[in-house]
T-cell receptor, first 113, second 111 residues
Framework: NAGVIQTPRHKVTGKGQEATLWCEPI?????VFWYRQTIVQGLEFLTY????????DSGMPKERFSAQMPNQSHSTLKIQSTQPQDSAVYLC???????????FGPGTRLTVL | GEKVEQHESTLSVREGDSAVINCTYT??????FPWYKQEAGKGLHFVID?????DRKQSQRLIVLLDKKAKRFSLHITATQPEDSAIYFC??????????FGAGTRLAVCP
């Protein structure tokens, strides 16, 4: 079991460019979550999917951020027209619906110059 | 929305002593109370959790106490070891899904 896989581990973009972050959940886990972590705001929930369907996106910034889960083996978080304030570590987690523990990936550190 | 506070940003204990990390929350609908650990340069790892139908849970050296009236829960680490040094986050939830994290408490276990 490789755990939750996130790629890339580090990404640097210029202001205004697009960034796509990838997450591969643990095989068999039906729920996928996205969070982000910054020094100032701490850990914040963004969105989650269950059985690939979006369930709660209450933490997603309304503009420029979108998330998808096209199949059970991966989810993507896309940020359009990146801004310096988007710089953060983006964490993906997955959960087996029969248990409560969320398993976190190592994160993608996004730096927007 | 839920507001979660960890009042101690840092905590230092001697190896072998007990450490207590506290967390308060505001949402009375919270029913699931996990703790996560983040070591330097690493991701978040689940430590222990408690559900609202009990007020105490123990797993080896870890004890979680829940006081629903005070909207407070705490993590007790007994017989601390150097490898317990990390940042600990509480993350209460009303649904087992959306976790609302505290700001974290950095625990240092000194030899």
């Amino acid at each position: 079991n490789a755990g939750v896989i996130q790629t890339p581990r580090h990404k640097v973009t210029g202001k205004g460019q697009e960034a796509t972050l990838w997450c591969e959940p643990i095989s068999g886990h039906s729920a996928v979550f996205w969070y982000r972590q910054t020094i100032v705001q701490g850990l914040e929930f963004l969105t989650y999917f269950r059985n690939q369907a979006p369930i709660d996106d209450s933490g997603m910034p309304k503009e420029r951020f979108s998330a998808q889960m096209p199949n059970q083996s991966h989810s993507t978080l896309k940020i359009q027209s990146t801004q310096p304030q988007d710089s953060a570590v983006y964490l993906c987690a997955s959960r087996d619906w029969g248990s409560y523990e969320q398993y976190f990936g190592p994160g993608t550190r996004l730096t927007v110059l | 929305g839920e507001k979660v506070e960890q009042h101690e940003s840092t905590l230092s204990v001697r190896e072998g002593d007990s450490a207590v990390i506290n967390c308060t929350y505001t949402d009375t609908a919270s029913s699931y109370f996990p703790w996560y650990k983040q070591e330097a340069g690493k991701g978040l790892h689940f430590v222990i959790d408690i559900r609202s139908n009990v007020d105490r849970k123990q797993s080896q050296r870890l004890i979680v106490l829940l006081d629903k009236k005070a909207k407070r829960f705490s993590l007790h680490i007994t017989a601390t070891q150097p490898e317990d040094s990390a940042i600990y986050f509480c993350a209460p939830s009303g649904s087992f899904n959306k976790l609302t994290f505290g700001a974290g408490t950095r625990l240092a276990v000194c030899p």
